[in-house]
């Protein structure tokens, strides 16, 4: 059974530093991992999507990595705001057409 | 695109009652999710439909929950009769199969059963 964990459980920094999120699933076959961002009492806003054929995805400040083989992706967010603050979600899909299989998230909080 | 539309975005209810949820996919989606967020268990597939069509529903919980999608655009998710612990926020989302089957979810309804 597919597992998704994502560490740390929660991160505070000072705005402009850059930051690295860590995701890691326990079975590498995957077809896709979706980074997603929610705010508090929101719901969830997809980032970046990588298909399991890809190594990496980037967004504006955001860049995304997947090594399917050891089962890790990371998020990477450059100069970090005050506006960056949520709960960070990872996600995986094992095979096309089938559900997200979510990690439990970190949530950031980003000082100025 | 207005995205996917879920009703109501609260719902309190006595336990014992009946409830219903309801969810709009994006137009033109041929695949719709309801999934359910809680602080323990954290975010938990129920069921999902493709083309209109249930295709897994081993996360619902039991025969309390009931979920359709009568055509295309519409689903709703029941709960009969609800309990306490069915609080939580209940989440559609819906994705294309010729989009990579990127996930797009809606706002959510919080769910409070007194």
């Known amino acids: 059974k597919q597992e998704v964990t994502q560490i740390p459980a929660a991160l505070s920094v000072p705005e402009g530093e850059n ?28 980032l970046l999507l990588i298909q399991s054929s890809q190594r990496e995805q980037t967004s504006g400040r955001l860049n995304a ?32 057409g089938t559900a997200l299989i979510f990690g439990k998230g970190t949530t950031l909080s980003v000082s100025s | ?13 006595e336990m014992g009652q009946e409830v219903t949820l309801r969810c709009k996919p994006i137009s033109g989606h041929d695949y719709l999710f309801w ?27 039991e025969d309390r929950f009931s979920a359709k999608m009568p055509n295309a655009s519409f689903s709703t998710l029941k709960i009969q009769p609800s309990e306490p612990r069915d609080s939580a926020v209940y989440f559609c989302a819906s994705s294309l ?16 059963v007194t």
């Open chain 2, 1 to 13: 695109d207005a995205g996917v539309i879920q009703s109501p975005r609260h719902e309190v209810t």
């Open chain 1, 19 to 46: 930051l690295v999120l860590n995701c890691s699933f326990t079975d590498s076959a995957i077809y896709n991992l979706q980074w997603f961002r929610q705010d508090p009492g929101k719901g969830l806003t997809s």
């Open chain 1, 65 to 96: 990595s997947l090594d399917k083989s050891s089962g890790r992706s990371t998020l990477y967010i450059a100069a970090s705001q005050p506006g960056d603050s949520a709960t960070y979600l990872c996600a995986v899909i094992g095979q096309a």
């Open chain 2, 97 to 112: 199969a010729g989009g990579n089957y990127e996930q797009y979810f809606g706002p959510g309804t919080r769910l409070t």
């Open chain 2, 35 to 61: 999934y359910r967020q809680t602080m323990m268990r954290g975010l938990e597939l129920l069921i999902y439909f493709n083309n209109n069509v249930p295709i897994d529903d081993s996360g619902m919980p």
